[in-house]
């Protein structure tokens, strides 16, 4: 798939500034998360404020662990979300059934864990690729060997852990994914956004697009 340049999503917003700031600097997406145990889960209340805020043509993605049906049905009836994030151990056919494209996100630990994951999730509009760590579901700050990420995949795949503005333009010219995805790595402390940090890694990834185009 040829593109002009890398989509960008800032996850783990908690805040209607922090949003605001994102948006500002020219993100594409923002991430909800909906996951009790992380730092950055928000309530409904919470996240309804930050939806509400975001402008139009910027993506309101809403990040499940291994939720109930009516976890993110509930979510679903007060937030806008524009798009599902899935990343625990859920299958296809449960991701399929809230009338909202979804993306899986899966922990690599091989190359053959894309590949399967691409045709295990039919039905997903893109695959993210986060780190592998025991028991942790994301998050983790920390990359992976991206060798493991084929040349050719049947779905755009969006390269996350352990991003920062250090690391990002390297990791774009050696993976050349569709979109990335960053929490930690533009955080003041967890949950709370740093603007320079923000801006710094999207400046790293506008370089990058300058330098060599994908069109």
């Known amino acids: 798939m040829k593109q002009i340049r890398t989509r960008v999503k800032i996850c783990g917003i908690t805040r209607v500034d922090d949003a605001l700031d994102v948006v500002a600097s020219g993100a594409d997406a923002i991430g909800l998360v909906f996951y009790g145990p992380s730092p950055r889960n928000v309530s409904l209340e919470r996240a309804k404020e930050i939806a509400a805020a975001v402008p139009a043509f910027v993506t309101v993605v809403a990040l499940f662990v291994d939720p109930s049906e009516e976890q993110v049905q509930q979510v679903l009836n007060h937030v806008r979300i524009d798009l599902i994030q899935f990343h625990g151990d859920e299958e296809n056919d449960f991701c399929s059934r809230f009338q909202r494209p979804f993306i899986k996100a899966i922990r690599v630990r091989q190359a053959s864990d894309v590949v399967a994951s ?59 994914p569709f979109a990335v995805d960053v929490s930690g790595g533009v955080e003041a402390s967890k949950g709370i956004k740093d603007p320079e940090k923000v801006k710094a890694f999207l400046n790293e990834v506008y370089s990058v697009d300058q330098r060599n185009p994908k069109g």
């Not at 993210?128 to 579901?137: E, N, T, V």
Request: aromatic fraction near 6%.
């Open 118 to 176: 691409c045709l295990r999730f039919p039905n997903a509009v893109g695959i993210l690729l986060d780190s592998y760590k025991p028991g942790i579901p994301g998050g983790t700050g920390e990359t992976f060997d991206w060798s493991l990420i084929p040349t050719q995949a049947n779905k755009p795949l969006i390269l996350a852990g352990g991003l920062n503005a250090d690391n990002i333009a390297g990791a774009i010219d050696d993976v050349q």
